[in-house]
């Protein structure tokens, strides 16, 4: 079943704010998980005794490549005591895949081959700047085998980067085990919007998605034009529409 998570990023700013009555407006929108970008000040300990006492759990966490190569058993460590399995490299600088999108695939694959013992799957979450000149996310895909590297898909940086979201994930097929389900319109400011919003019809796409194996769909907005929590409950409201929980 792909159920309905909501990356922690979009709501940083009220995290901020109110750490614990954010979550609990999550909880309260029916949202059973999220996606983590960092802890905000917690320990991994606290952070899965509020979850926990607000009925949260954690869909995967978003974790960069150098915190991964210089220390793995801590990134294990805080995967087993909040209690997720998705581990996803949210970012990738210039200088990491400076010698070609092959051998920086073959670094994720690298790490990921690591985190398998552990019970715990790589994603990598991609932008737009792999499509730059080339298609870069289907070279790193092409070179790290399915188990040891899975895709958490951003479908609107997929349509910004001149691909069809729906065609590509078609054609990473079972790769695909996390889709960002974040929609935008260029011509508004900033570009981010609501789900049901845009220029992206999820409707086969979150079709597609529960019938062959996704995971999770995760609301994201990189900036709102209001109130995060707001945009984060309007869009749960349309995806719920469509059949996520």
């Known amino acids: 079943m792909m159920r309905l998570s909501v990356q922690l990023y979009t709501l940083r700013n009220p995290l901020t704010e109110d750490y614990r009555g954010t979550l609990k407006a999550v909880a309260d929108m029916g949202i059973e998980y999220v996606e983590l970008a960092g802890l905000c000040g917690n320990t991994p300990e606290a952070f899965k005794e509020i979850l926990d006492e607000l009925g949260l759990k954690a869909s995967g966490a ?23 399995k998705n581990v996803i490299v949210p970012w990738a600088d210039a200088a990491m895949y400076a010698d070609g999108w092959d051998v920086f695939g073959k670094r994720l694959g690298a790490i990921g081959a690591l985190l398998r013992p552990s019970g715990l799957t790589l994603s990598y979450h991609n932008h737009d700047f792999e499509f730059k000149g080339t298609d870069g996310l289907s070279q790193i895909y092409a070179n790290t085998a399915p188990e040891d590297l899975s895709a958490e898909i951003d479908c609107a940086w997929v349509g910004i980067g001149g691909y069809g979201p729906l065609e590509y994930v078609k ?5 695909v085990k996390i889709l960002h389900l974040k929609n935008y319109d260029p011509e508004a400011t900033p570009r981010w919007v609501n789900a049901g919003d845009g220029e992206i019809d999820f409707k086969p796409i979150v079709k597609w998605g529960r019938e062959n194996g ?9 900036e709102c034009a209001g109130d995060p929590i707001e945009a984060v409950r309007e869009s749960a409201a349309y995806l719920k529409s469509l059949g996520l929980r």
């Open 62 to 84: 978003h974790v960069g490549v150098p915190a991964l190569e210089s220390d793995l058993e801590g990134a294990i460590a805080e995967a087993r005591t909040i209690g997720y």
């Open 214 to 222: 996704v995971q999770f769909g995760v609301i994201e907005l990189d």
């Open 171 to 175: 054609r990473l097929g079972k790769r």
